[in-house]
């Protein structure tokens, strides 16, 4: 069973490399084309994913959840020193094989008709240890900051998607944690928000593997958003949920050795129409407006019924796959507050075959993710 998961694991580091990777080829090929000459493109195509590659397999190493909780400056000068020693390298192997291979040596580049010569051919000959060093801090300062807006969200500011108001489906996921309450009572300030830090980053793997951005943190609960494609495809936004119980089931030792308790939680579910527009002066964000969101939230407080701990509406449900191995219980129309109209909800629970590959997910998470 270890191997099992140990490979499940260790597989995912050469498939984030070869993306990566074919993503330095395109680059390196772009790059080739505006300033060499297209008979040398291949040693240019080798070095861009060889350097997407590596920073892919890299990227992995630093989703660990103890490198995670370094310093944001700590994080950039790793991303920063390991990027550019990977790129060096890279560059000035593949310029070293590509002199060999046509019979020159490195002293070449010190004959400047020689240098001008053959980069005029091979442009990676001018790249030096400045331009690789200022691409690297860039790179490694986009990449990382990306982390504090969300997925997707930088590049929505940057291309300005939503700097006028646009109307658009969206599902939305309110997963609550059960006796906040009382478990902030009883592990006091600190500990119980650093119980909030583990607990939420635990969970987001459940997010991440099934398509969803988190839209925010508000107190013990997150919102969790999916477009209707993502949402949709496979029942990603329920999958969710059994995911995140799976994660936790696997950590509960954990949990119990640090805090003295395991903990529970409860979410629903709704599609719905929203307004997404960026709002804001000296602080700027996304904002989604609409009652989709408010009738998810009133659903999540309606999430008390014995073993009812995941609600959903009938306007999701009735988009989703339901000839799968999950039991809809039909709950009627339900009264919620604040609301004139009733809504007719659905509660799920899944069955150990549909559980199946979460729970192999989630251990495996579990084998290289301990709290620390």
């Known amino acids: 069973m270890k191997n099992k998961i140990f490979f499940s694991e260790f597989k995912s580091y050469p498939i984030l490399g070869i993306k990566f990777g074919i993503i330095g080829s395109l680059i390196g090929f772009v790059l080739h084309a505006i300033w060499g000459n297209l008979e040398e493109v291949k040693y240019t195509i080798i070095t861009g994913f060889l350097i997407g590659f590596f920073i892919g397999f890299f990227e992995l190493v630093f989703s660990n959840s103890k490198v995670e909780k370094l310093p944001y400056s700590v994080l ?6 390991i990027y550019f020693l990977i790129a060096i390298i890279c560059v000035y192997s593949l310029l070293l094989i590509y002199l060999k291979t046509n019979g020159l040596g490195s002293i070449s580049l010190a004959d400047p008709q020689k240098f001008e010569e053959i980069s005029n051919v091979y442009f990676l000959t001018n790249i030096n240890i400045i331009y690789v060093l200022v691409f690297t801090l860039v790179a490694s300062f986009f990449w990382q900051l990306k982390s504090f807006f969300g997925k997707g969200i930088l590049f929505n500011y940057l291309t300005g998607k939503y700097h006028k108001p646009s109307i658009e489906d969206r599902i939305f996921m309110f997963l609550d944690l059960n006796d906040a ?11 119980y928000s650093s119980f909030l830090s583990d607990f939420f980053h635990d969970l987001d793997l459940a997010f991440s593997k099934t398509k969803g951005q988190v839209f925010q943190y508000v107190g013990d609960e997150v919102v ?21 119980v799976d994660i936790l089931e696997n950590k509960k030792e954990c949990y119990l050795d640090k805090y003295e308790i395991i903990p529970s939680f409860k979410a629903s579910l709704h599609l719905g129409e929203v307004t997404i527009t960026e709002i804001g002066v000296s602080k700027k964000e996304i904002a989604y407006h609409g009652d989709t969101i408010n009738t998810t939230s009133r659903i999540c407080s309606s999430a008390h019924m014995p073993g009812k701990n995941i609600l959903i509406s009938k306007a999701l449900h009735d988009k989703l796959n339901t000839d799968i191995d999950v039991v809809f219980d039909d709950l009627d129309e339900h009264s919620l507050k604040g609301k004139d109209e009733k809504i007719h909800i659905y509660s799920i629970k899944s069955t150990s075959a549909y559980n199946n590959a979460a729970q192999q997910d989630a251990a495996s998470y579990s084998m290289s993710n301990k709290l620390s």
Do not use: D
């Open 181 to 191: 309450t009382t478990l902030a009572e009883k592990l006091g300030s600190k500990k």
């Open 224 to 244: 969790i958003i999916w477009k209707p494609k993502n949402g949709l495809k496979n029942n990603n936004c329920i999958n969710a949920y059994f995911l995140a």
């Open 76 to 81: 950039l000068l790793f991303r920063t020193i």
